[in-house]
Nanobody, 120 residues
Framework: QVRLVESGGGLVQAGGSLRLSCAASGSISSINTMAWYRQAPGKQRDMVATITSSGSTNYADSVKGRFTVSRDNAKNTVNLQMNTLKPEDTAVYYC??????????????WGQGTQVTVSS
């Protein structure tokens, strides 16, 4: 079984910073793309940032220049550094990973989510 666990959410004032982390554990052969998504109340879950195993990144337009995604392939972790936070960044943030597991094959896994609240 593969498990993703996020950490690092919390309450911060507008203009502040937070760093989210996500660790994948379990029976893992390799991880392809890892990503962060977010879901605000009453809204759909949207992609925030993605990073491939080779380090190529992609960002939602709303976070470009403020957020940075990174990963450690040896530790199966992905991070999201969030700077210059805005109230509209308030959401539950979810980690996502495209995992190849022994015998199970390829699958997409989600973490349980971590709340980020930005006060104005």
């Amino acid at each position: 079984q593969v498990r993703l666990v996020e950490s690092g959410g919390g309450l911060v004032q507008a203009g502040g910073s937070l760093r989210l982390s996500c660790a994948a554990s379990g029976s893992i052969s390799s991880i392809n793309t890892m990503a962060w998504y977010r879901q605000a109340p009453g809204k759909q879950r949207d992609m925030v940032a993605t990073i491939t195993s080779s380090g190529s990144t992609n960002y939602a337009d709303s976070v470009k220049g403020r957020f940075t995604v990174s990963r450690d392939n040896a530790k199966n972790t992905v991070n999201l550094q969030m700077n210059t936070l805005k109230p509209e960044d308030t959401a539950v943030y979810y980690c996502n990973a495209d995992v190849v597991a022994p015998f199970r094959g390829r699958g997409v896994y989600w973490g349980q989510g971590t709340q980020v609240t930005v006060s104005s």
